[in-house]
Nanobody
Framework: QVQLDESGGGLVQAGGSLKLSCAASGRTFRSSAWFRQAPGKEREFIAG????????YYEGTVKGRCTISRDNAKNTVYLQMNSLKIEDTAVYYCAAAAQIPSPSQARGSWFYDYWGQGTQVTVSS
């Protein structure tokens, strides 16, 4: 059974940092990504990474504040988030796919075959 288990969410003050983890089991993937969904808003792309060459993609508002990385041995993807803002408050989801995306495909939730259950990130003032 394929499973993506996210962890690392929580409550943090504005300006603080969090590191999210997404551990995959059941198979290996060729690309992974993080999305987030705030209340009343659509799910949006945050960052993506290709497992074959570490190509990364970032959404504009988090670029420079977030870093996506992976650990092959642990089959785990991470999202390091720094300088967190109140508007970063959302449920964060990791996603994975069996294919390598184009840069535009990487940003589409439709591209990814597997999803985690989500982890809440709340940024307070």
């Amino acid at each position: 059974q394929v499973q993506l288990d996210e962890s690392g969410g929580g409550l943090v003050q504005a300006g603080g940092s969090l590191k999210l983890s997404c551990a995959a089991s059941g198979r290996t993937f060729r690309s992974s990504a993080w999305f987030r969904q705030a209340p009343g808003k659509e799910r949006e792309f945050i960052a993506g990474i290709n497992w074959n060459d570490d190509t990364t993609y970032y959404e504009g508002t988090v670029k420079g504040r977030c870093t996506i990385s992976r650990d092959n041995a642990k089959n785990t993807v991470y999202l390091q988030m720094n300088s967190l803002k109140i508007e970063d408050t959302a449920v964060y989801y990791c996603a994975a796919a069996a294919q390598i995306p184009s840069p535009s495909q990487a940003r589409g939730s439709w591209f990814y075959d597997y999803w985690g259950q989500g982890t809440q990130v709340t940024v307070s003032s």
